[in-house]
Structures are given as structure tokens and as C-alpha cells.
């Protein structure tokens, strides 16, 4: 990744290092990303609404998300007064059970709620920044590709460059203090860099778990590879540590093409720690990508770190580019907005209920650990829809 400099620009979305042990939220697989401009080109019809409306859209959006909030912060502030008045009539405790548990709702709603504001506000400023920026890229200038022979070959040069990478991001972004102190920890920025009119959304986690880290790792490992979701397919395991998958995510907008991920994942065991390696193929001589689909484009880096026989670490850092954009699909104009609601969408969509199949694997396999705090981590997805609410095209400025 370029190195930062006085001409870029960084967006903190999220920046909590005392996260509550079950507020972290699972994000590794459906972050928003942004991608490279697409190479010069003769001038032709734009096929795609370009930022100013999209930044108009983005600032209803704001005002929508805002009016959101303070209705659940009203009917926050409504159940706390409930709940006083209920005290003194002795309300049943199901009643009271009831209550905590909306009042947790309205809680999870409005942190929901703040960091998609937080997102929204964070993506106008980098489009109103650099208006040059394509919404909809249609090609990856350093995208990872795979040819027809010497695939694991290939895929091995690509990871071990990978891996090289791990120590600097590390030390840029404090994962070394994090994993040292132990401390939860969770930020996310949309990085805006003037070198090349890219942009970039930086995600890193940091989570202690009360488990041996090679136990920890193995599940992961399988969730990632083999114990996968109906959506997602095994396209060629080269040895244990080296697998390649497949996933489609289909959106209900009949306009926003599949988004399809190819992920290679590679395994490193270390005496002390696993390290966890994920890289999108966005092009693949072999199995070629389907005509027309959206294409993923992300690399992460997933530290497991012991801490103990009975305590591990896990560090992450995801760097994510927008999926490309099919060029055969010329007659395709998303209205204003889809790329902030698509966006959204990776954000949350189906975060919890991977994170739920993390917890299962885990009282399954380990039914005594426990976790401190819940390492939700979004490797895949696990549904092969997701909704979303896209704007239509008459209420493109709206």
C-alpha cells in the first residue's frame, strides 16, 4: 500500500479502543471498499451518476440517518422512565425481562445507527475532497491474478509478498500494542490517497479470547475454507494450508449485478502464532469470473497470537478497494445513491449471523471457553441474499 503523506487524506469512521466484551462488531467481510479510477479513455457517454449526486444523496442520507437516531434515542429515554414507574407497581418480571431486552435493542439500533452516520460523513468528505475519484471502477491496476499453470506456484509468490507486508501494517497501525496490552480494540478509516486518486478502507480488530490460539485458529481456518455456507463453493484446495473459494452474494436491487469474491486463503503456523492470509483473485484464467458480475477486491491479514495456555490474541487488518465494475455492461447506470447503500450493505449485511457460527463452532468444539470479548469475525458471508434498500432513479437527488 502507498505510504501516507502530507496529500492524503484519512477519515476515521471508527475509532473505539474500549469496546464493551459484546459490542465489537463483525465486519471482516462485508466492508465497504473503494476502488482505483479506471484508465484514461477516449471521451464517451458517462455510464454512471458521478459524485455530485452522489454526495447529494449522501447528505439526505445523513439527515434520514440523524431523524433515525433520535427517535431511538426518544424511545430510550421513554423506557427508562417506564421501567421507573413499572418499579413501583411491581411489574411481573417478564415484564422487566421484556423491557431489558428492547432497551438492549434500542442500544445495538443506535451504535447501528452512529456508525453508519459516521460512514455517511465520512464518504462525503472523501468524494467532496477528491470529486475526480470513479464510483464504479472497471478495472484493478494491482488486482491479483491467476493463469492457467503454475496456479499454486503463482499463489504462494503472491502470499509470501503478503506476508512481507504483515510488520509494517502491523507497526503503522498499532497491532503490536494492541496485541501486547490485550486490550479490545476497533477502528475503521477511509483512506483517500492523492498518489494514483485511490482510495482505500482500512479496517483492523483486535480481540482477546479465552482459548488456546491454535484452537482458535482452527476453527477459523475451517469456517473460512471448508465448513463453508451454501453460497460459497470449494474451487481447489492445493494442500491444507492453501485453499481457494468461491461466493456469490446476490442483491435484491434487479439493476446491482452479483458480487462475486474469489478468495484464496493461506495458513502460516508459527511456533507462538497462526497467521491467516486472505487475497480476491480478480482474474482467473481457469476459472473465469462470471460474465457481468461485480468483482471483489480486498487482501487481509489475520493474527492469532498466544497469550497463554488458555488465552489467545486475534488481530486483523482488511484493506478493501471497490468491487470492479463488469465493462460488458455498458446500459447499466445505478441511480444516485447506490453506491452509498451498497457500501452500507458490506458494512452489516449478515455480519451477525457469521458471528453466530464463530460461537456455535466454538461451544461446540470448546463448550468451557469463553470469550473476552466476542470475536465476531466476518471472514465470508453466509447467506446467498442480501437485502438492501437502493434508491430508485426518479428519487435520484432526493
Not at 477519515?11 to 465486519?27: G, I, K, R
Not at 501486547?180 to 479470547?209: Q, V, W, Y
Amino acid at each position: 500500500m502507498h505510504a501516507a503523506n502530507d496529500s492524503d487524506d484519512v477519515f476515521e469512521v471508527v475509532d473505539d479502543d474500549n469496546l464493551d466484551a459484546h459490542d465489537l462488531s463483525a465486519f471482516l467481510a462485508e466492508l465497504p471498499a473503494f476502488g482505483l479510477p479506471p484508465p484514461a479513455q477516449t471521451k464517451k457517454r458517462r455510464a454512471h451518476d458521478g459524485p455530485k449526486e452522489e454526495i447529494a444523496y449522501l447528505r439526505q442520507k445523513q439527515l434520514t440517518l440523524a431523524t433515525q437516531l433520535g427517535r431511538l434515542k426518544q424511545r430510550a429515554e421513554m423506557s427508562i422512565d417506564d421501567t421507573d414507574s413499572a418499579s413501583w407497581q411491581q411489574r411481573a418480571v417478564h415484564q422487566q425481562h421484556a423491557v431489558q431486552r428492547a432497551r438492549h435493542e434500542n442500544t445495538r439500533l443506535r451504535e447501528l445507527l452512529e456508525s453508519q452516520l459516521k460512514f455517511v460523513q465520512a464518504l462525503q468528505r472523501v468524494l467532496i475532497k477528491r470529486p475526480r475519484l470513479s464510483l464504479f471502477p472497471r478495472c484493478a491496476a494491482h488486482g491479483a491474478v491467476l493463469g492457467l499453470s503454475e496456479r499454486e506456484a503463482s499463489l504462494e509468490v503472491l502470499f509470501q509478498a503478503q506476508y512481507n507486508k504483515l510488520e509494517t501494517h502491523w507497526v503503522r497501525h498499532g497491532l503490536f500494542e494492541s496485541t501486547d496490552s490485550g486490550d479490545a480494540m476497533r477502528k475503521t478509516n477511509i483512506e483517500s490517497l492523492a498518489f494514483g486518486g485511490t482510495m482505500h478502507l482500512n479496517s483492523l480488530l483486535g480481540t482477546p479470547c479465552s482459548l488456546p490460539f491454535m484452537a482458535l485458529s482452527d476453527i477459523l481456518w475451517d469456517l473460512m475454507t471448508s465448513e463453508l455456507a451454501p453460497s460459497c463453493q470449494l474451487l481447489e484446495e492445493f494442500h491444507p494450508q492453501l485453499r481457494y473459494v468461491r461466493h456469490d452474494m446476490r442483491l435484491h436491487d434487479p439493476k446491482l449485478p452479483t458480487l462475486e469474491s474469489r478468495l484464496a486463503h493461506r495458513r502460516f503456523n508459527e511456533p507462538n502464532r497462526v497467521v491467516l492470509l486472505t487475497r480476491s483473485i480478480v482474474d482467473d484464467g481457469l476459472y473465469p469470473h462470471t460474465q457481468g458480475h461485480l468483482i471483489e477486491n480486498r487482501a487481509t491479514w489475520s493474527v492469532i497470537s498466544s497469550k497463554g495456555p488458555n488465552e489467545c490474541y486475534l488481530a486483523v487488518y482488511v484493506n478493501v478497494a471497490l468491487p470492479i465494475f463488469p465493462a460488458d455492461v455498458e446500459a447499466m447506470q445505478p441511480a444516485a445513491g447506490t453506491l452509498t447503500e451498497l457500501l452500507l450493505l458490506l458494512t452489516a449485511s449478515n455480519s451477525e449471523r457469521f458471528g453466530a457460527r464463530v460461537q456455535d463452532a466454538i461451544r461446540n468444539r470448546h463448550p468451557d471457553a469463553a470469550l473476552a470479548p466476542r470475536p465476531s469475525l466476518l471472514m465470508h458471508r453466509d447467506s446467498t441474499t442480501s437485502s438492501m434498500s437502493l434508491p430508485h432513479r426518479a428519487a435520484k437527488n432526493v
